[in-house]
């Protein structure tokens, strides 16, 4: 067999190990690249990649990202070009969010993975992939585009609809949304400023959203912005009991004659 999984015990744990890492650590360099596989990271090793690692066995899971996060300042998500690969990038932009690494992702062309690129190309070519790859937000834009047929109305509607999606995502700052903007605006043929208002209201959606959502955590843990409940209470008894408290809250401000009679009920 190509590789034999080790059996989990009390003290090893697929989904808390990297492969690989016991030699990374020891280098100079702080930009870690992560493969999709074991074969992957031994051609790395080979062509003389030291930092390269891969997840034991597993896709990746947050407490292997939290392990790297120790080790490394830099990610490069070197995964297979084929359709399983680009899911498991997607895949592992989500979880690499959380850190404080920076992360990019290496495209590539003529080859399945990173072996065949450097068996074919060789380590040099290899070397000048890794010092161009894109970012998280240029992988994503890339692969949405490739999605649509820009020459048609619908394909060009989609794709911006999708673009702007992206764009509204923690972590694009505003400058880079104008650049993309600008971009966008160039492959559609559709004006700067109307991807801008379009964009600009999306974030203020999203921005509505993730109030609303955090306000909901709040209020599940008792907590209700302000509004603390009592800590015998969770879920929806402690969601419905913030609720009453904002209504009591409101019904004040709007008449103070209810204040000593909700006085007198409450302490």
């Known amino acids: 067999p190509k590789y034999i999984n080790s059996p989990e015990t009390m003290v090893y744990h697929k989904s808390h190990t990297l492969f690989a890492l016991n030699i990374a650590k020891k280098s100079k360099s702080k930009r870690y690249i992560l493969c999709e596989g074991y074969m992957d990271v031994i051609a790395m090793h080979e062509a003389g990649f030291d930092t390269a690692v891969c997840a034991c066995g597993t896709a990746l899971t947050a407490e292997q990202a939290k392990l790297l996060s120790e080790y490394a300042d830099e990610v490069v998500l070197s995964y297979d070009s084929d359709e399983a690969g680009q899911k ?10 959380n850190t404080p690494m920076r992360v990019s992702v290496l495209s590539y062309q003529g080859a399945k993975d990173p072996d065949e690129f450097i068996k074919k190309y060789g380590r040099e070519r290899f070397e000048m992939l890794l010092n161009g790859t894109a970012n998280p937000t240029e992988f994503q834009l890339k692969k949405a585009k490739a999605k649509y047929d820009l020459r048609s109305d619908d394909g060009r509607l989609s794709y911006i609809r999708e673009a702007i999606g992206i764009l509204t995502e923690r972590g694009v700052s505003p400058t880079a949304r104008d650049v993309y903007a600008g971009r966008i605006a160039e492959q559609t043929g559709i004006d700067k400023k109307a991807v801008l208002v379009q964009l600009e209201s999306a974030v203020r959606g999203a921005g509505r959203r993730a109030r609303r959502k955090e306000q909901n ?6 907590i209700a912005a302000d509004i603390r409940v009592p800590y015998d209470r969770g879920g929806e008894a402690a969601l419905g009991a913030a609720s009453a408290a904002r209504q009591l809250v409101a019904a004040m401000l709007q008449d103070a004659g209810t204040i000593p009679y909700i006085r007198e009920r409450l302490n």
Not at 88 to 97: F, K, N, P
Not at 217 to 222: D, I, Y
């Open 217 to 222: 955590e709040l209020s599940r843990q008792g």
């Open 88 to 97: 498991a990038t997607e895949r592992s932009l989500g979880i690499m969010a």
